[in-house]
């Protein structure tokens, strides 16, 4: 095994083209907010299907952003999908409102539109349905209760650039959506997020908070609002423009291996391969596999580690985490959904540069780790 190349979760697809677009940017000496910047912005609105698209900081600072924009403040509820990472979530808290936490159905990973409707209350504001691992939430259901009781939905959105829901964009379904450009997303700015919007007002609020609150009048700026520095530097746009003209082959790619993961795994006793919902349109930021309940998940994450490979979790069930167990009084498993969800799902490697003897390689490991059951069940 340890003669075997170390295989890791993510590798990002970066190269001369980056290189030579952050070139262009030093050398021009406009390294804030600038005209990179605003292609960055024109080629995701584009992309995406919205009149407006805000480049930030991070997916954080663009739910955050979003939310400021969208007024809410102490006394809101957003119901937030409980199977997510925590900034999803977070940012309801730092502006003093109450984040109500969502079921998940475990085939989808995505928020169960059957678990909505009965945590709507009076003070309810913002929906935040997450499109977990690239696959798109049930949106229909969900812009339904929303509409229905005069809500806004902000889409998290962060893994998931270019998914669709019935062949129409994420990111363009709710008020407004958010995107990442960490690593361990399909394309990367290192650090880097966007908020897409159609609506106006929306837009020349999110346009007026990301900088300072300020609008410039002749010679000086007028603070309109207590706003925040939350602009991407065109530094880091220059290389999500070079990423951008890679999104389609890194795609295709990842929707290449991640067919060949299923076609190798269906039927290997122990593991449930991704759904194919009704609305297709999966991107696979990450493959994500269920593992049956009777079969130590974390131990598997040792036993594929000692053979050189990198698996993790899926991601969090907010409702069992310390914070949120203390500040709302929620008990480990009140989202049954969610909770198996991260007690049982996997995430396999899955990058654009993997080869398929890689693939081999990691199904068989995953195999070998499963057979041998006193290193993986309890
Ligand atoms: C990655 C991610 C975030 C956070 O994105 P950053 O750009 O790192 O702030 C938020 N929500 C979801 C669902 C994510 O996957």
């Known amino acids: 095994m340890s003669d075997l190349a170390h295989i890791r979760l993510v590798v990002p697809e970066i190269d001369e083209d980056e290189l030579r677009e952050v070139q262009a940017v030093l050398a021009s000496g406009y390294l804030t907010q600038g005209p990179k910047v605003a292609e960055f912005e024109r080629l995701v609105a584009e992309r ?15 739910l955050h952003l979003a939310l400021v924009a969208m007024g809410i403040s102490a006394g809101d509820e957003v119901l937030v999908a409980d199977f997510t990472f925590p900034a999803t979530a977070n940012v309801v808290v730092q502006q003093g409102a109450t984040p109500v936490l ?21 003070r ?9 691992f690239g696959l798109s939430a049930d949106m229909d259901p969900i812009l339904e209760i929303a509409r229905a009781h005069g809500l806004r939905v902000l889409e998290d959105a962060a893994c998931a650039i270019a998914a669709t829901y019935y062949d129409r964009p994420v990111g363009s379904l709710g008020t407004a959506g958010c995107f990442s450009f960490h690593p361990r997303k399909a394309i990367t700015t290192g ?14 609020r999110i346009a ?6 300020g609008v410039r009048t002749g010679n000086r700026f007028r603070f309109e609002a207590a706003g925040f520095n939350y602009r991407l530097s065109d530094i880091l746009a220059a290389v999500g423009v070079a990423q951008l003209r890679k999104l389609d082959r890194i795609l295709e790619r990842k929707r290449e291996l991640a067919a060949e993961y299923t076609r190798r795994l269906h039927g290997l006793e122990g593991v449930a391969t991704p759904v194919d919902p009704a609305w297709h349109g999966h991107v696979y930021q990450s493959y994500v596999l269920m593992i049956d309940e009777a079969i130590n998940r974390d131990r598997l994450i040792g036993a594929m580690r000692e053979r050189g490979i990198e698996t993790t979790l899926g991601t969090y069930a907010l409702h069992a985490e310390p914070f949120f167990t203390r ?8 989202l049954p959904g969610s909770y198996a969800s991260y007690r049982r799902s996997l995430t396999l490697p899955l990058y654009p540069s993997m080869t398929d003897a890689d693939i081999d390689r990691i199904v068989d490991s995953l195999s070998c780790a499963l057979a041998s059951s006193p290193g993986t069940t309890r």
């Open 208 to 213: 007026l908070l990301r900088s300072h609150g």
């Open 102 to 122: 969502v079921d998940v159905d475990s085939s989808t990973f995505t928020m169960d539109p059957k678990d909505l409707e009965g945590k709507i209350t009076t």
């Open 327 to 334: 500040t709302y009084g929620y008990r480990p498993g009140d």
């Open 124 to 132: 309810s504001r913002v929906l935040i349905p997450v499109h977990a």
């Open 48 to 62: 995406v299907g919205t009149r407006y698209a805000f480049a930030t900081t991070s997916a954080t600072t663009a």
């Open 191 to 204: 650090e880097g997020g966007m908020i897409t919007t159609d609506d106006d007002a929306l837009a020349e």
